[in-house]
């Protein structure tokens, strides 16, 4: 009977209970990093070129729409597209706390590059938060 | 201020994007370092490919 169990058991799930059992970092602790700081969950997870591809990738993308004078958005918006934006923005964590630093001249949407930039800053922060949901699995085991 | 305001033309905003959305794209997509290579070339050609002929099909309208 036993014998008969053991064999219907996938393949999947016996591996998944060769993982080692200890963790070093708890997956909410994970998450936040990862949230501040891009790679950094992924660094606390040992996965070091995953990490450096989200840094390079979230920092490239909000630093070039910080060149190019894109728009910012505050926290209170007012509207429901400036709700998202800032939902967006914010993905990337540090690079849009030190925003000002970066952008001390202010946004400028007047000109074609001005609207582009709004867009890298937005992409920069779903690309940092796709990162998050890769850290999370990782750190709970649902993936590699 | 760290970085002075600086003109960035279309085309290498375009590819700037598309590298970078393509790197992260491949990371979280695919499993082998030779996948996310193959994957993120692929990614970016066709983000450039497919950018410039919506280009190209909107030069009428610009005219």
Known sequence: MNESIAHETP????????LPAKQDSTPIFVVLAAWIV???????????GRAIVFFIAVGGLAITGYFLRGNIFAP???DAFGALGFLADAGSGLFYFCARFFEAAGPDVSRAAGDYGTRFIAAAGVVN???????????TRRRN | ML????LIGHFPALLIFALMASLALACVTQRTAAERVKYAAWSLFLFVAIAVGIAWA??????
């Open chain 1, 11 to 18: 393949a999947s799930e016996t591996s998944l209970t060769e």
């Open chain 1, 76 to 78: 209170r918006g007012g």
């Open chain 2, 3 to 6: 970085i002075a305001p600086m």
């Open chain 1, 129 to 139: 938060l796709i990162s998050v949901c890769d850290a999370y699995e990782i750190a």
């Open chain 2, 58 to 63: 909107m030069y009428p309208l610009s005219r």
């Open chain 1, 38 to 48: 891009p790679g950094m969950g992924h660094l606390l997870l040992r996965r070091w």
